[in-house]
Each structure stands twice: as structure tokens, then as C-alpha cells.
């Protein structure tokens, strides 16, 4: 199984980065893509991305996080696509669900992003978050995927969020739909939802992630979250799209490989 979605260099992870990381290969990892989410970060997701050969990196700045930076400071980043252990761009997208930067500023990072998919044919790892009664994020990105980057780009909708009708939308501009815990949290609403985008955009769109720190999955929701619980998302997606978990590994490795090429790369 592959984590596609982890920020083990967070300081969450400070006192035991490593032991976690033997967890997670005891627990059948095969590879962990770390998300780098801002500059200051980069060093720490580097680092852990050259200390195992199963572990790799992306370069970008997540939503939340642009604020603070200038399309400048991004572009001191650009070099670092060309890292050998960097396989994806990102973390980046749009989050209308809290206001921790500028709306349109996100949307220029986002654009910028999708440049660099573009230049450097990596995929992007992409946030899209909306708030209920505010304007829809998935809209924004697709719409920005379309202008910037249609038929030139791939990448993953991390956490998805989006109903069918997003999905289809985004698997036909090359996106990967990222299933992590939350699909634990109301697993009668979820089991529905899940299963009518699989019928709409068939059983291979789906990758496995956690996001850790965050959002562990159901019972352990109040725990720190780590990549060796990525077979228990895999039980769940299982059981909502009536697998079995081994299917279901199968297919969501393949899809994971087929858009960041780990083992591509390890050769
Ligand atoms: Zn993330």
C-alpha cells in the first residue's frame, strides 16, 4: 500500500519521526509520498525524503499557507523540482473553508502550480476545500485546471470532498481522487457517495492517503494520525465499493504508481 498524502516532517513527529516510520513498513507500506506545504518546511520534507529510499517528496505551498508569501518566495522553490526524489507539485489548491489567506492570492499560487505541472510533467497534489454556504473551491480548481493546464496535466484532489458530478469532472482532466480517513466519519452517507462516484468514474480513480498528522480514521479520530493506518482506509473503501481490501490495495498501488511513478523512479 502506498500513502500518497503524509506530512510525517510536521513537528508532531519530532520525538519519534523514525519509530513511526518502522510502524508504517511493519504495517506494509511500500512507499509514502511526504507533502511539502511551505518554504520554511522544505528543508525537514527533503531531508526525510533522501533518509528512505521509500520515501519521496513534492515541492509547493499549500493554500492556507500563502498569506504570508509572494509569488517571489514561490519561485525560490521552483528549483527544487528537479530534486531526484521529487515526484509531484504541491501541496496546493484552494480552501474557502477557513480564511487564513486571501481568496484570489490562492488562486494565483494555484495557477502558478499549475505551471510548473505543466513545465515539468509532475503531477499535482491538490487541496480543494469549500465552505457550505460560501463559494465552491472544486469549481475554481477545475476551472483553473481547464484554463491553465487542460490535456497537459494530472495530479490527484486530495481528501475529496466533491460529488459526482466533481468527479467526473476531474477524472476526465487526469485527477486521481484521494480517499483518506474521512471516509470513515458517517460511513452510511459515505458507503452511498463512494459507490455512486466508482459507478460514474469507474474503481480505478481512487488513491489511498491518510494526510497525517490529521484526520485518523474512525475509532482513533482523537489520536495523531500516521501512514500505518492507510490498510485501515483501504478496509473501508473496500468495503464501500465491495472489494476485498487486497483488491482494493491492488488497484489504488497502481493507480498511485501509474501517476507518480515510484517504482519508475526507484529504478
Ligand atoms: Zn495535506
Given at each position: 500500500?502506498?500513502?500518497?498524502?503524509?506530512?510525517?516532517?510536521?513537528r508532531?513527529?519530532?520525538?519519534?519521526?523514525?519509530?513511526v516510520?518502522?510502524?508504517c513498513?511493519?504495517?506494509?507500506?511500500?512507499?509514502?509520498?511526504?507533502?511539502?506545504?511551505?518554504?520554511?518546511?522544505?528543508?525537514?520534507?527533503?531531508?526525510?525524503?533522501?533518509?528512505?529510499p521509500?520515501?519521496?517528496?513534492?515541492?509547493?505551498?499549500?493554500?492556507?499557507?500563502?498569506?504570508?508569501?509572494?509569488?517571489?518566495?514561490?519561485?525560490?522553490?521552483?528549483?527544487?523540482?528537479?530534486?531526484?526524489?521529487?515526484?509531484a507539485?504541491?501541496?496546493?489548491?484552494?480552501?474557502?473553508?477557513?480564511?487564513?489567506?486571501?481568496?484570489d492570492?490562492?488562486r494565483?499560487?494555484?495557477?502558478h502550480?499549475?505551471?510548473?505541472?505543466?513545465?515539468?510533467g509532475?503531477?499535482?497534489?491538490?487541496?480543494?476545500?469549500?465552505?457550505?454556504?460560501?463559494?465552491?473551491?472544486?469549481?475554481?480548481?477545475l476551472?483553473?485546471?481547464?484554463?491553465?493546464?487542460?490535456g497537459?496535466?494530472?495530479?490527484?484532489?486530495?481528501?475529496?470532498?466533491?460529488?459526482v458530478?466533481?468527479?467526473?469532472?476531474?477524472?476526465?482532466?487526469?485527477?486521481?481522487?484521494?480517499?483518506?480517513?474521512?471516509?470513515?466519519?458517517?460511513?452510511k452517507?459515505?458507503?452511498?457517495?463512494?459507490?455512486?462516484?466508482?459507478?460514474?468514474?469507474?474503481p480505478?480513480?481512487?488513491?489511498?492517503?491518510?494526510?497525517?498528522?490529521?484526520?485518523?480514521?474512525?475509532?482513533h479520530?482523537?489520536?495523531?494520525?500516521d501512514?500505518?493506518?492507510?490498510?485501515?482506509?483501504?478496509?473501508?473503501?473496500?468495503?464501500?465499493?465491495?472489494?476485498?481490501?487486497?483488491?482494493?490495495?491492488?488497484?489504488?498501488?497502481?493507480?498511485?504508481?501509474?501517476?507518480?511513478?515510484?517504482?519508475?523512479?526507484?529504478?
Amino acid at each position: 500500500m502506498i500513502d500518497t498524502h503524509a506530512h510525517l516532517h510536521s513537528r508532531a513527529y519530532d520525538a519519534d519521526r523514525d519509530d513511526v516510520l518502522t510502524k508504517c513498513w511493519d504495517a506494509g507500506l511500500r512507499y509514502i509520498l511526504e507533502i511539502n506545504i511551505d518554504r520554511q518546511g522544505w528543508t525537514r520534507t527533503k531531508a526525510l525524503a533522501e533518509s528512505d529510499p521509500r520515501v519521496f517528496a513534492t515541492v509547493g505551498v499549500h493554500p492556507m499557507d500563502v498569506g504570508d508569501a509572494t509569488l517571489e518566495d514561490l519561485d525560490r522553490l521552483e528549483p527544487e523540482l528537479s530534486h531526484p526524489r521529487v515526484l509531484a507539485v504541491g501541496e496546493t489548491g484552494i480552501d474557502y473553508y477557513r480564511d487564513y489567506s486571501p481568496y484570489d492570492k490562492q488562486r494565483d499560487f494555484f495557477r502558478h502550480h499549475v505551471g510548473w505541472a505543466r513545465q515539468t510533467g509532475k503531477p499535482l497534489v491538490i487541496h480543494s476545500r469549500c465552505r457550505k454556504d460560501g463559494p465552491s473551491s472544486h469549481d475554481d480548481v477545475l476551472r483553473i485546471l481547464e484554463e491553465e493546464g487542460k490535456g497537459e496535466v494530472r495530479g490527484v484532489l486530495h481528501c475529496f470532498s466533491g460529488d459526482v458530478d466533481v468527479a467526473r469532472r476531474g477524472v476526465a482532466l487526469g485527477m486521481k481522487l484521494g480517499m483518506g480517513g474521512a471516509i470513515s466519519y458517517g460511513r452510511k452517507k459515505n458507503r452511498k457517495w463512494i459507490a455512486e462516484i466508482a459507478e460514474a468514474v469507474g474503481p480505478d480513480a481512487f488513491v489511498l492517503e491518510t494526510d497525517c498528522p490529521y484526520l485518523t480514521p474512525h475509532p482513533h479520530q482523537q489520536e495523531r494520525n500516521d501512514p500505518s493506518y492507510v490498510p485501515q482506509i483501504a478496509e473501508y473503501l473496500a468495503t464501500y465499493l465491495e472489494m476485498t481490501t487486497d483488491e482494493v490495495s491492488e488497484r489504488t498501488d497502481q493507480a498511485a504508481e501509474e501517476l507518480f511513478g515510484f517504482e519508475r523512479t526507484q529504478r
